[in-house]
């Protein structure tokens, strides 16, 4: 088995992967463990696959590999973080954003957390803590603040941030989740960590570094009422027990 599997969904990076790419792959092969890179191409219509191609000829090696997922039409990043968590091959799964707005250094952050004992190690860029570093456009913090009390209010309290793309997971535990969760849009998020709340999963909140980086494929006026949507179908399904009965027949881990 691998020691880590990463996972980037991506949908017409052309521009933000290549450096995502080297950077994670380059950290990585430095550190010494074995290790996969899953692209996941959610139906891009530029040249992302052939940017992930290009960048696995030239890089594939023993215990260090670059692998692509990709189908059309785009299904969204929910389907697309999903299709690659369960085709992982590591003993840990993180989940990365194509931007690479999340530095790959801070993963020894969220690695510290689960050998700490969490199955799951979250990055956030609004838990408070001074020896971090996030910039961040002001429009983009308030609308992710306020996204954030709708899900503290209705999901989960207690969290500063579920939309960091930077999530480190128990291999066992990807699985279970991810088999379970149905969101593909945005909100997958705050899906998945419902369920493993439900199911007494250690969550760990690790605040990190983060640098907002130009080209969000997220749009405001477009994706904010399918994210409130989407929280408000998890909210419903959990007030009708569809997790619950999930979280009892799946209780052994």
Known sequence: MLDLSVIIPAYNEERRLPSTLASVFNFLHESGRSFEIIVVDDGSMDHTIEI????????????KDVRLIAYSPNQGKGYAVRSGMLAARGEYLLIDDADGASPIEEVSRLEDAIANGADIAIGSRAKPDTSRMVKAKFSRK????????????????GFFDTQC?????????????????????????????????????????????????????????????????????????????????????????
Do not use: C
């Open 52 to 63: 992930v191609e290009e960048f696995a000829t030239h890089n594939k090696q023993d215990g």
């Open 142 to 157: 308030f609308i992710g603040n306020t996204f954030n009390v709708i899900v503290q209010t209705l999901l989960l309290p």
């Open 165 to 253: 793309g930077f999530k480190l997971f128990k291999r066992d535990t990807a699985i279970d989740l991810f088999s379970s969760n149905r969101i593909d849009g945005f909100a997958f998020d705050v899906e998945v960590l419902y369920i493993a709340k439900l199911r007494g999963y250690k969550i760990a909140e690790v605040p990190i570094n983060w640098t907002n980086v130009t080209g969000s494929k997220v749009h405001v006026l477009i994706d904010s009422p399918i994210m409130l949507w989407e929280v408000l179908t998890v909210a419903v399904a959990a007030a009708f027990g569809r997790y619950k009965r999930q979280a009892s027949s799946s209780s052994s881990r």
